[in-house]
Structures are given as structure tokens and as C-alpha cells.
């Protein structure tokens, strides 16, 4: 069971960047995906969830109306579309899985991949 985050980078601020959580040895179709993040100093905090159905999507109030989570179950991926970055994006962002909902406890979780945003 392996949660595989991708597509972080470098972007200038008020740039875009699409972040992709693949799973493999597992279907994500039963799964709540969230995505997390954890910047230099300080905490990790949930950025976004999206229920197994994609009926239902949660956003950090920072990031609403910025960031778009989306999940293709025929590709095992789940998406994070970051629009508008800010400089105070910058983290490493990571992939988690549950079976339980998008407020428990995450039970899978996949390296992180690197998001620096400049001024």
C-alpha cells in the first residue's frame, strides 16, 4: 500500500501548480483523500479532504476559492489544483488516506513533495 505525491516545484507568487496523490497496491475508491501540508517551523496542518464519492470537498479557509481538490478514481489519483499561490504556501505537501472520513485520523500516508513559492 503506497501513496505517492507528486508534481510540487518552484513557482512565482500568483502562479499555479497541480499536486497529484497516485495510489498504488490499493484502491483509492474507498478511501478519503486528504492532503496536508507542513511549512519550516511549523506544524502540519489538513489543506484540503475529498470524500470517496467526490461529493464532498473541505478546504482550509486560507486556501478556499484558491486551491481545487478533484479525484479521478479510473486513474487512482487525486488532484490538488493550487491557483494563486502565496509565498505562505510554501510547504511540503503530503497525501494521506482514510477509510473513516475526512475529520478522523489518516491511516495512510505518502512521502511529501516540495512546494516553494517566491515573491
Known amino acids: 500500500v503506497q501513496l505517492q505525491a507528486s508534481g510540487g516545484g518552484w513557482v512565482q507568487a500568483g502562479g499555479s501548480l497541480r499536486l497529484s496523490c497516485a495510489g498504488s497496491?490499493?484502491?483509492?475508491?474507498?478511501?478519503?483523500i486528504g492532503w496536508f501540508r507542513q511549512a519550516p517551523g511549523k506544524e502540519r496542518e489538513g489543506v484540503s479532504c475529498?470524500?470517496?464519492?467526490?461529493?464532498?470537498?473541505y478546504y482550509l479557509d486560507s486556501v478556499k476559492g484558491r486551491f481545487t481538490i478533484s479525484r479521478d478514481n479510473a486513474k487512482n489519483t487525486v488532484y490538488l489544483q493550487m491557483n494563486s499561490l502565496k509565498v505562505e504556501d510554501t510547504a511540503v505537501y503530503y497525501c494521506?488516506?482514510?477509510?473513516?472520513?475526512?475529520?478522523?485520523?489518516?491511516?495512510?500516508w505518502g512521502k511529501g513533495t516540495l512546494v516553494t513559492v517566491s515573491s
Open positions: 497496491g490499493f484502491n483509492l475508491d474507498y478511501y478519503f
Open positions: 494521506a488516506a482514510t477509510m473513516a472520513g475526512c475529520y478522523y485520523g489518516m491511516d495512510y
Open positions: 475529498i470524500s470517496s464519492s467526490g461529493d464532498s470537498t
